[in-house]
């Protein structure tokens, strides 16, 4: 099992330079977890490549239900106390530490492509392989 953020799961239903990446991730570890924010943020960025016409309205919705269906539907309740803890000691943002908090509070890693959550949790976080 792990943490996935946000910026994994778009790299994982739109197409990307990773997608060869996460084909094996997916191998490797199928169970993924997210804090329950992850849909709202997925929404925002698929909102976003259709604003943009870089996706139609079709393949944001085919990219949201995929990405549902890999997430199990929902996401994880994560506490506020660990989320505000972690943001006592960083400058990162309350969005981005609920995932570090759910991948500490599963003791599993954090796979992010986030450079500051990279730098600031190298404990529990993991950039995408290769």
Avoid at 23 to 39: G, H
Avoid at 44 to 63: F, H, K, P, T
Avoid at 70 to 90: D, K, Q, T
Avoid at 105 to 130: H, S
Wanted: with cysteine; proline share 6%.
């Amino acid at each position: 099992m792990i943490v996935v953020d946000t910026n994994i799961l778009v790299y994982w239903v739109l197409p990307s330079p990773h997608s060869a990446v996460l084909a094996e991730l997916v191998s490797a570890d199928p169970f993924w977890k997210a804090p329950a924010l992850w849909r709202s943020e997925l929404r925002n960025v698929l909102v976003g490549c259709m604003r943009r016409g870089e996706i139609s309205l079709d393949r944001a919705y085919e990219g949201m239900q995929a990405a549902e269906t890999r997430m199990g539907g929902g996401g994880e309740i994560v506490s506020s106390e660990a989320v505000l803890r972690l943001a006592a000691g960083c400058r990162c943002t309350a969005y981005d530490l609920e995932f570090v908090a759910l991948a500490q509070q599963l003791a599993v890693p954090l796979v992010t492509m986030d450079r500051e959550l990279l730098a600031a949790f190298p404990d529990v976080a993991r950039p995408l392989p290769g």
